[in-house]
């Protein structure tokens, strides 16, 4: 079912009061024109969906729903040649005539083929810049035309080629005004001291197909010099679209321009810099001497009028440009229909290849066909392409809808034509804007109670009468409004029903039913949760919620069942939170999820994730049991050979095995909302010890100690009888008395001295007698 962006159904909330104000609606909505349809309390929209119509009792031969169709008049095959005695048998677009019937609003598909047929003729028109910058372009194309109708030669066998030229406004600050350089803008220009006066542009030769005419013509030019960079080249363009006598375009002919230039180009309003404020006519303006004449007086043309008058004379327009502004004209090609673009060498070298491409381009990939289209409707075309060697053409399907209803007698038809074609689609448009059962309508009809026109299934009533089928009389309007007022100053049933004979008749609604006897209450107007009525767990009656059982709020929003709150352990909220309204609300910094499961940054998280580690890796631990390990741990577990710390969002986890192992891994929490156990293969366990080499650690190790021991118990007394030793001959030193004058010690021999006379000589001695 259509419905607005505001979700309302586009039929029956458009609050159509005929037939044709429905049709206006949606291309989708229908009127039931059936007498009794919708007699009931309630009032029943007679513009609604054909399936709701249907569904509500309206028989398929009272509904309006006229739908659009094409009607093709001529269809005449595609030619093959184009090398036919009359080129008015040449069909190059089909079908060339149709009829549309269009219901406002509605898209209608029809097919258009478009061909470029062989050996079709064809007018090339060279339209070269004579400034100065392209003197050594001249110089390449000076026997262009020769070889340009050989190459053309192999495409068509009727080839004409003409030529012109175009500098810019001689009027300042475009060229050099002064006096001097007048008949010689190059004066003093040392590179090049001589050209020809400045003009706008210059029809020099009609098309023709004497080729050698364009050779000598080409070889008498001359180049001539302006004074800023972009050239007059749309004026150019404009009159060689519009002068179609002076060029010599034929009608039945495949018109080419080919545009060549080194640099970008004036355009509207430019001419306003010298004083030029009238805008540009469209029309042709080539004196007795094929000069523009009304270069100083109009300002250049705008691109849509360049397009529309190339369009009007069916004239395919080629950019020959250099690569430095290629970007330029290639934006204008999508301003202009019907025109292409090629890179042009800087001496013009590669203008016959570039023309043949262009040309080819043009025929193979037609560009899409333009309409003459009126207010009332649009048209849109999407390309498919069924090319092959010999009969290749281009499809288009072409969609058209009317926007609206024009006023009736209005005659509305409109072309369609492939830019540089003479051949078009016409196409006839009628507007299926009236009902059937509007031709049927019955003036004072008794089922209006003889006071009504009885149109479509509704009652047209006469002044001073009211009601469905015009039954009751206004009177004093305040009797019987007041009736259907809930109170003073309030609407007339609430704004949503309709007053009927002192009784409010309800509108009904897509949204749900309107009811009360001032139409003041529906099921659908209270609080939502998200878009949904009262959180869809209860229903509306008269603006309030009426929650289910294990719901409360305003909306019906919260829950009282918490078990979408225990996680898989079977914690409320894993400990890490409360649960309210159905919904965990994480308490614990860090901790998330629905039931607070993830949190690398709590401090029981390893203890968490260690027991998943244990049951999915080693099946072991207290989740060994296989069941039980598949519910709880439901975390993607990668194992490694080497494990990587660095991350700085995962946490490093370790712990102990029943065999003395340590056992790594990483937990953490991807953007995906997956947790992510990353562990080692395998724990982390020491080599088993060598019997002999522990013996002999043992025993070296007492050795060591012993004698450690005993230097130790050495150094200890040879310290101690050091100090001792130092100690006694420091008192030795400090004695006051000698062992010899210690009166209590006598010696054991005496000593006394005798003297006595035993000399001979009379002399006596003395000596000591022991």
């Known amino acids: 079912m259509l419905r607005t962006a505001g979700g309302l159904n586009v039929c029956v909330s458009g609050s159509a009061t005929s037939c044709e104000e429905c049709l206006l609606l949606h291309p989708s909505c229908a009127w039931c024109a059936q007498e009794d349809f919708g007699r009931s309390r309630t009032f029943t929209s007679r513009c609604d969906f054909m399936s709701n119509l249907q569904k509500r009792g309206c028989e398929s031969r009272f509904i309006e729903n006229p739908v659009s169709f094409t009607s093709v008049l001529t269809n005449r095959p595609l030619s093959l040649k184009g090398s036919v005695a009359s080129h008015d048998d040449v069909v190059q677009i089909m079908p060339q005539r149709i009829s549309l019937s269009l219901r406002p609003g509605d898209q209608t598909w029809f097919n258009l083929q478009v061909r470029q047929v062989e050996d079709y003729p064809v007018d090339l028109y060279y339209l070269m810049d004579l400034s100065l910058s392209m003197k050594d372009d001249l110089d390449t194309i000076r026997n262009l035309g020769t070889k340009l109708a050989l190459e053309m030669g192999k495409l068509t066998s009727n080839f004409r080629l003409g030529f012109g030229s175009f500098v810019d406004k001689n009027v300042s600050p475009f060229s050099y005004t002064a006096p001097k350089y007048q008949e010689n803008p190059c004066s003093g220009y040392k590179p090049f001291p001589n050209c020809i006066p400045t003009f706008g542009f210059r029809h020099l030769l009609s098309l023709t197909d004497e080729v050698d005419r364009f050779n000598q013509e080409v070889q008498k030019q001359i180049v001539s010099r302006n004074r800023d960079a972009p050239e007059g080249g749309f004026?150019?363009?404009?009159?060689?679209?519009?002068?179609?006598?002076?060029?010599?375009?034929?009608?039945?002919?495949?018109?080419?321009?080919?545009?060549?230039?080194?640099?970008?180009?004036?355009?509207?309003?430019?001419?306003?810099?010298?004083?030029?404020?009238?805008?540009?006519?469209?029309?042709?303006?080539?004196?007795?001497?094929?000069?523009?004449?009304?270069?100083?007086?109009?300002?250049?043309?705008?691109?849509?009028?360049?397009?529309?008058?190339?369009?009007?004379?069916?004239?395919?327009?080629?950019?020959?440009?250099?690569?430095?502004?290629?970007?330029?004209?290639?934006?204008?090609?999508?301003?202009?229909?019907?025109?292409?673009?090629?890179?042009?060498?800087?001496?013009?070298?590669?203008?016959?290849?570039?023309?043949?491409?262009?040309?080819?381009?043009?025929?193979?990939?037609?560009?899409?066909?333009?309409?003459?289209?009126?207010?009332?409707?649009?048209?849109?075309?999407?390309?498919?392409?069924?090319?092959?060697?010999?009969?290749?053409?281009?499809?288009?399907?072409?969609?058209?809808?009317?926007?609206?209803?024009?006023?009736?007698?209005?005659?509305?038809?409109?072309?369609?034509?492939?830019?540089?074609?003479?051949?078009?689609?016409?196409?006839?448009?009628?507007?299926?804007?009236?009902?059937?059962?509007?031709?049927?309508?019955?003036?004072?009809?008794?089922?209006?109670?003889?006071?009504?026109?009885?149109?479509?299934?509704?009652?047209?009533?006469?002044?001073?009468?009211?009601?469905?089928?015009?039954?009751?009389?206004?009177?004093?309007?305040?009797?019987?409004?007041?009736?259907?007022?809930?109170?003073?100053?309030?609407?007339?049933?609430?704004?949503?029903?309709?007053?009927?004979?002192?009784?409010?008749?309800?509108?009904?609604?897509?949204?749900?039913?309107?009811?009360?006897?001032?139409?003041?209450?529906?099921?659908?107007?209270?609080?939502?949760?998200?878009?949904?009525?009262?959180?869809?767990?209860?229903?509306?009656?008269?603006?309030?919620?009426?929650?289910?059982?294990?719901?409360?709020?305003?909306?019906?929003?919260?829950?009282?069942d918490t078990a979408s709150c225990l996680s898989d352990a079977g914690q409320m909220c894993s400990g890490r939170g409360s649960c309210v309204c159905g919904r965990c609300q994480c308490s614990e910094p860090g901790a998330f999820g629905d039931t607070c499961e993830k949190c690398p940054t709590c401090p029981d998280a390893c203890g968490t994730k260690r027991e998943c580690i244990e049951c999915r890796l080693f099946n072991s631990g207290r989740l060994a049991d296989n069941q039980t390990c598949q519910r709880l741990c439901k975390d993607q577990v990668l194992t490694v050979e080497t494990l990587n710390t660095d991350d700085p969002g995962a946490v490093l986890c370790l712990f102990k095995t029943d065999n003395d192992c340590v056992m790594k891994f990483t937990y953490s929490e991807h953007a995906s909302g997956r947790s992510v156990l990353t562990a080692l293969k395998e724990p982390e366990c020491g080599g088993g010890p060598d019997a002999l080499m522990v013996l002999l650690a043992v025993v070296g190790s007492i050795l060591l100690v012993g004698v450690v021991l005993l230097a130790a118990w050495k150094l200890v007394i040879t310290v101690h009888d050091r100090r001792e030793f130092a100690r006694f001959q420091s008192a030795r030193s400090r004695a006051r008395y000698e062992m010899a004058s210690n009166p209590l010690y006598k010696q054991p021999v005496s000593t006394h001295l005798v003297e006595t006379d035993f000399s001979p000589f009379g002399k006596s001695y003395n000596g000591d007698v022991h």
């Open 235 to 560: 004026d150019a363009i404009l009159q060689a679209a519009v002068c179609k006598e002076e060029i010599g375009w034929r009608k039945d002919a495949y018109h080419l321009l080919v545009f060549a230039s080194d640099d970008g180009a004036h355009l509207a309003l430019d001419g306003r810099l010298g004083g030029i404020v009238q805008p540009h006519d469209g029309r042709c303006h080539l004196d007795e001497k094929n000069e523009y004449s009304a270069s100083a007086q109009m300002d250049y043309p705008s691109l849509g009028l360049v397009g529309e008058k190339l369009a009007e004379n069916n004239i395919f327009l080629i950019f020959a440009v250099t690569k430095r502004h290629y970007i330029l004209y290639k934006n204008l090609t999508a301003l202009i229909p019907g025109t292409t673009v090629e890179i042009l060498d800087q001496d013009s070298k590669n203008v016959i290849q570039l023309i043949v491409n262009a040309y080819n381009v043009s025929a193979e990939n037609q560009p899409a066909p333009s309409g003459t289209q009126d207010s009332s409707a649009a048209s849109g075309l999407t390309e498919s392409r069924q090319l092959g060697t010999q009969d290749s053409s281009v499809s288009f399907n072409v969609s058209v809808e009317a926007r609206s209803c024009p006023p009736r007698g209005a005659d509305h038809t409109f072309t369609i034509k492939p830019v540089g074609f003479k051949d078009r689609l016409e196409v006839e448009v009628n507007y299926r804007c009236d009902c059937g059962c509007s031709r049927t309508a019955q003036s004072n009809s008794s089922i209006c109670s003889s006071v009504g026109m009885y149109h479509c299934g509704t009652c047209r009533c006469e002044p001073g009468y009211l009601g469905a089928r015009c039954e009751c009389q206004e009177g004093d309007s305040s009797s019987y409004l007041s009736a259907c007022r809930e109170a003073e100053g309030k609407q007339v049933c609430s704004g949503r029903g309709e007053c009927s004979c002192n009784q409010c008749v309800c509108y009904e609604s897509e949204f749900g039913k309107i009811y009360g006897g001032f139409c003041e209450c529906d099921d659908f107007s209270c609080a939502r949760h998200k878009g949904v009525l009262c959180s869809g767990h209860g229903e509306c009656h008269c603006g309030e919620c009426k929650c289910y059982a294990g719901f409360v709020g305003d909306n019906c929003n919260c829950s009282t």
